[in-house]
Nanobody, 121 residues
Framework: QVQLVESGGGLVQPGGSLRLSCAAS????????MGWYRQAPGKQRELVAT???????NYADSVKGRFTISRDNAKNTMYLQMNSLKPEDTAVYYC???????????????WGQGTQVTVPS
């Protein structure tokens, strides 16, 4: 069974930095893309950043220039370096991966359990 395990969340003062990690479990044939999403209280889940297996990235306008997404394909691990954090970045951050478990299986969507990031105002 595929698992995505996030780590690195916490409480940080405005202007500070955090680095989130998302490790995908074994038994994965290939990962097409990975991404970070976040959900603040009372709001819908929104895209933060995505990265393809080729390294192409996409960012929400609200985090451009402050957040950097990266991945280590050999380790099936993705990272989100978050700098210059603001109170509006407070949310639960979720890891997402579109992957296949065998060479014949179609790509499927997987989610991590989420990690809390809190930036007090």
């Amino acid at each position: 069974q595929v698992q995505l395990v996030e780590s690195g969340g916490g409480l940080v003062q405005p202007g500070g930095s955090l680095r989130l990690s998302c490790a995908a479990s074994a038994n994965i044939f290939s990962i097409t893309s990975m991404g970070w999403y976040r959900q603040a209280p009372g709001k819908q889940r929104e895209l933060v950043a995505t990265i393809t297996s080729a390294g192409s990235t996409n960012y929400a306008d609200s985090v451009k220039g402050r957040f950097t997404i990266s991945r280590d394909n050999a380790k099936n691990t993705m990272y989100l370096q978050m700098n210059s954090l603001k109170p509006e970045d407070t949310a639960v951050y979720y890891c997402n991966a579109v992957l296949t478990t065998t060479w014949t299986a179609p790509p499927s969507d997987y989610w991590g359990q989420g990690t809390q990031v809190t930036v007090p105002s």
